[in-house]
């Protein structure tokens, strides 16, 4: 089976740089997704790394490395709309297994 | 646009009802998800499908059935509400294809039962 553990809250301040970690167990997987849910909303599709590094897209980056079995989503210029949850979740490659989702961590930008 | 619709976004039902949560998605997409989501516990897999008709288990299935008759059409049942089925509902659809199996969500159904 797959698990994921990322920190259930983290706090930051407006303008700075945060980083969400996500460390994994899987006997096997495709790649590492993030997704981001704001209070009330559905959750939305950031950012994928098949392969080890880094991915940008704009003031988000995602990273992955597999032999440490950890990924981290970086946050740059934050902003107070960037407050929300944000999902790790890994697809697995035994089987047509679906995604699996850590718990998720909110952010709370402050000013 | 993509799009995932769900039937209600907010539902007060009793106990022992019967409760279809519908969910219905214009992308073509062979993959279908349900899911529900409580404070702490993150998003729970209940049943996905992978083509019509065809149905399977995810994590806590227990209490809750499915249907797909249709390729853009995934309806969840509770056969009879329980209070501890009280929570949000999430459906989701992905392309069969590709590896990363990027889900798109619905809006969510806030299901209370009294």
Same mark, same amino acid.
């Given at each position: ?8 809250? +983290? &706090? ?5 740089? +945060? ?77 047509? &297994? ?6 998720? &961590? ?6 | ?12 039902? !009793? ?25 702490? $516990?993150?998003? !729970? ?15 806590? *299935? ?15 049942? $509770? ?10 509902? $999430? ?15 619905? *809006?969510?159904? !806030?299901?209370?039962?009294?």
């Amino acid at each position: 089976g797959q698990s994921l553990e990322q920190p259930s809250e +983290v &706090t930051a301040v407006e303008g700075a740089i +945060v980083q969400i970690n996500c460390t994994y167990q899987t006997s096997g997987f495709y790649g590492l997704s993030w997704y981001q849910q704001h209070d009330g909303g559905a959750p939305t599709f950031l950012s994928y790394n098949g392969l080890d590094g880094l991915e940008e897209t704009g003031r988000f980056s995602s990273f992955l490395s597999r032999s440490d079995s950890y990924g981290y989503l970086l946050l740059q210029e934050l902003q107070m709309k960037d407050s929300a949850s944000y999902f790790c979740a890994l697809k697995g490659n035994l089987g047509n &297994t679906p995604l699996v989702f850590g718990k998720g &961590t909110r952010l709370s930008v402050i000013a | 646009d993509v799009k995932v619709t769900q039937s209600s976004r907010y539902l007060v039902k !009793r106990t022992g009802e019967k409760v279809f949560l519908e969910c219905v998605q214009d992308m073509d997409h062979e993959n279908m998800f349900w899911y529900r989501q409580d404070p702490g $516990l993150g998003l !729970r897999l209940i049943y996905f499908s992978y083509d019509v008709k065809m149905k399977e288990k995810g994590d806590i *299935p227990e209490g809750y059935s499915v249907s797909r008759e249709k390729k853009e059409r995934f309806s969840l049942i $509770l056969e009879s509400a329980s209070t501890n089925q009280t929570s949000m509902y $999430l459906c989701a659809s992905s392309p069969r294809q590709g590896m990363g199996d990027t889900q798109y969500f619905g *809006p969510g159904t !806030r299901l209370t039962v009294l």
